[in-house]
């Protein structure tokens, strides 16, 4: 039986995890409170403790802005935690599966990024999950990275939960309609991560750097219209408020963000044989679980 230890299991992706992780194996799911992953030291003691055959990483200081402002906490969390996970690893013969982000890139290509196109952060969050990625792949340890980005789901905070509860507290929604990207739902990266794992159960399958998103890509504002839409439709005549696409500059933040972090999965597709879903087709279901 397959033995796995779980990180970050409280967040979004980490709660969407557990539930497709515990059937495939003995599921050693911990929050934060199980382990603080910005403590290298505790990661290894864990790792020595159980002795997992699969190490899937899913902490990550995800707070954008405020990483501006507490970088040591980020590279902490985002580079030294996976840096340690895949030294582990790499001695052990264990899987190491972490995910990434598609703020590694800088958004300025016209097209969707490819694994091998230049990895170029604008912020301390971008830089930091790069930093991971090197180290897992500068380890020589068995690796997946997925990388992703917009994700959300109906468990914590996150842009749907978020626009959700604004949508009833107020009547516009000033949403900014010029960063282009892909929102991909937690319950997606969780079923291709148990489908990648089964794999790897029953023989040799590919390692490496994927990119996993939903398909297509639309702006914050797009996504917003798109999720008070399958509100109404659930919820016709409650008074959900109207969306007014706004320009970056009108918004300010700490960090700079990509324009365009479309993330091209052809790579992904072509190794596994796996089709991904348009972006809109996990929206509904999340909305419906919100509300209910």
């Known amino acids: ?25 003995e599921l050693h799911a911990l929050d934060r409170d199980g382990c603080d992953v910005a403590d290298a030291a505790a990661v290894r003691r864990v790792l020595a403790r159980l002795r997992p055959d699969v190490i899937v990483n899913a902490a990550a200081y995800t707070a954008v802005d405020r990483a501006e402002h507490d970088e040591a906490q980020a590279f902490a969390v985002n580079a030294a935690a996976p840096a340690a996970m895949a030294a582990w690893a ?19 290509q016209a097209s969707p990024y490819a694994e091998t196109d230049a990895a ?13 990625d090197l180290a897992i792949t500068a380890s020589g340890c068995r690796h997946l990275v997925l990388r992703s980005g917009w994700i959300y789901s109906a468990h914590g905070v996150n842009f749907v939960t978020t626009i959700l509860r604004l949508g009833r507290e107020r009547d516009v929604l000033r949403v900014v309609d010029d960063q282009i990207g892909t929102p991909t739902s937690a319950r997606l990266i969780a079923a291709v991560s148990a489908e990648l794992l089964r794999r790897h159960q029953v023989g040799p399958a590919p390692l490496g750097v994927y990119h996993v998103s939903a398909g297509g890509g639309t702006s914050w504002f797009g996504f917003a219209r798109e999720i008070l839409a399958q509100a109404e439709r659930l919820v016709p005549g409650a008074g959900w408020a109207r969306v007014e696409a706004i320009a970056s500059s009108a918004y300010p933040q700490a960090a700079q963000r990509p324009a365009d972090s479309r993330l091209d999965t052809a790579r992904f597709r072509a190794a596994f044989g796996t089709d991904l879903p348009c972006w809109q087709a996990d929206v509904g279901a999340c909305v419906a679980q919100v509300l209910a």
């Open 1 to 25: 039986m397959m033995r796995i230890v779980l990180f970050g299991a409280g967040g979004q992706l980490g709660h969407a995890l557990r539930l497709v992780l515990a059937p495939l194996g």
């Open 90 to 108: 790499a001695g052990t013969q264990a899987l190491l599966l972490h995910y990434s982000s598609d703020y590694v890139f800088d958004g300025r």
């Open 120 to 132: 170029r952060p604008l912020s301390v969050y971008g830089r930091s999950k790069l930093a991971g």
